[in-house]
């Protein structure tokens, strides 16, 4: 097992970055090449204006919503803490994982649901598999195609698509009952569900092929549904695309970089949506109804042929295939396939268990992603810069990100505490 330290306000020694099974990690992985990607570019914030009473805004409407708008988001220094980096491929542990479907974290740890080996496994903070249950079957406690995981107090509810069925657990893993997943089957199923308190069920329920896309709350039998929120959104289109293992297929998807509807659920039951392309954010309450919103200024985020460059590669990355050659194989596939003109401004959204705001913005002229925090009443908190939307969060607001290994593009866990200081930079 090969250690490494990484700099920055812990000094943490993050460890296990080997050679994987399936998804190589170099060994070579210094903490040169390290320092740039973990701490460098999350721990430098660029400087910006001070704060004042212009940037930000709150009016209430005539309809009662409150609308909070920020004019421009300043830059606020975050404290980011390092906590463990992990690579769950390495041949040296004793669980040999399969494929990460979801995850979701608690009191012991992150819970990752391994659809390729149908079972669920709790890893500590630091990556060391604690505990894994499940396998495949039909049977009770059993997997077929494990698509959701849901934490729910005490309980663990896992989101069967082939089954229709979801099976709930404890958290020592063992098998408590089975229930009818009435949500379940082809292109409505979706990866972001809540059980809430009230035997609800939050999902986003979309319908490509149509065009649109909604936010579905429902009894767990079925027997109540509501449309929380809808958007309409650019039909599916198809693109042929050639693969060495599977021959001509057709992929049908929105197009490209298209806003989609993206939601999450807040500790005190608030529903956050954004539904629309801008940089807007609508807060309801758990019937649906409209309370509030965070709007700020939309930047130009023009589609490019860098960004279907983009696409193409990720898309190879996908299928497993070389990039030149599944661009040899597929000369006209950049043309065939729909792009949006436009990305959209808010990527996606969730909310850690302090109830603080993650939003994943686009940045205008290719140049990445930015990640603003605010917290429960909207007030802006920072922004941090180069990471994804975080996967999981622990009951202390440690956020789980899984992120891409320098070269190789594979998966590395990476454990953080994000802090506002309260000053501006």
């Known amino acids: 097992m090969s250690e490494y330290q990484l700099p920055g306000p812990a000094g943490h020694h993050l460890s296990s970055l080997t050679a994987g099974r399936r998804h190589r990690i170099l060994p070579h992985l210094s903490p040169l090449l390290l320092t740039p990607l973990f701490i460098g570019s999350l721990l430098v914030t660029a400087c910006g204006p001070e704060r004042g009473p212009a940037d930000m805004s709150r009016e209430t409407l005539a309809s009662g919503i409150v609308r909070t708008t920020w004019h421009r988001l300043p830059q606020t220094q975050l404290t980011l803490d390092t906590l463990a980096v992990w690579d769950i491929w390495s041949e040296t542990g004793e669980y040999v994982f399969g ?29 060391e598999v604690q505990l894994a249950f499940g396998r495949e079957g039909s049977g009770p406690g059993e997997f077929q195609y494990p698509l959701s995981i849901s934490l729910r107090t005490d309980e663990i509810w896992v989101g069967d698509l082939a089954a229709g069925r979801y099976s709930v657990f404890d958290i020592e893993g063992n098998f408590l009952r089975s229930v009818i997943w009435p949500s379940r089957g082809g292109r409505t199923a979706s990866r972001s569900i809540v059980i809430t308190p009230d035997d609800r069920e939050l999902r986003r329920s979309p319908s490509m092929i149509e065009g649109w896309m909604a936010l579905i709350r429902s009894t767990l039998d079925g027997s109540e549904v509501d ?59 758990p019937d649906g109804t409209l ?80 990640l603003d925090l605010f917290d429960a009443d909207f007030t802006f908190l920072g922004s941090l810069s180069d990471l994804p939307l975080p996967s999981a969060f622990l009951p202390g607001g440690e956020a789980l990100f899984r992120i891409a290994a320098p070269e190789t593009g594979e998966d590395l866990f990476f454990v953080a505490r994000v802090e506002d200081t309260g000053r501006d930079s």
């Open 99 to 127: 494929d990460i479907e979801a995850m979701t974290g608690g009191d012991r740890g992150f819970y990752l649901l391994d659809a390729g080996n149908r079972q669920v496994v709790l890893v500590d903070r630091q990556g």
């Open 227 to 285: 449309t929380i929120a809808t958007m309409r959104t650019a039909p599916a289109s198809g693109a042929t695309i050639n693969l060495p293992t599977l021959g001509a297929t057709t992929m049908y998807d929105p197009p490209a970089y298209s806003p989609e509807l993206r939601w999450a659920h807040t500790p005190d039951g608030r529903i956050l949506t954004v539904t629309s392309g801008n940089y807007l954010i609508e807060e309801r309450d």
């Open 291 to 370: 309370r509030g919103e965070l709007m700020s200024p939309t930047p130009d985020l023009t589609v490019t042929p860098a960004d279907r460059e983009a696409y193409l590669v990720r898309l190879a990355r996908m299928f497993d295939v070389p990039v030149d050659d599944f661009r040899k194989d597929n000369p006209r596939f950049v043309t065939q396939y729909a792009f949006a003109e436009q990305r959209a401004a808010i990527e996606n959204i969730t909310v850690d268990p302090q109830g603080r705001i993650w939003v994943l913005a686009n940045i205008p002229e290719n140049t990445g992603q930015r």
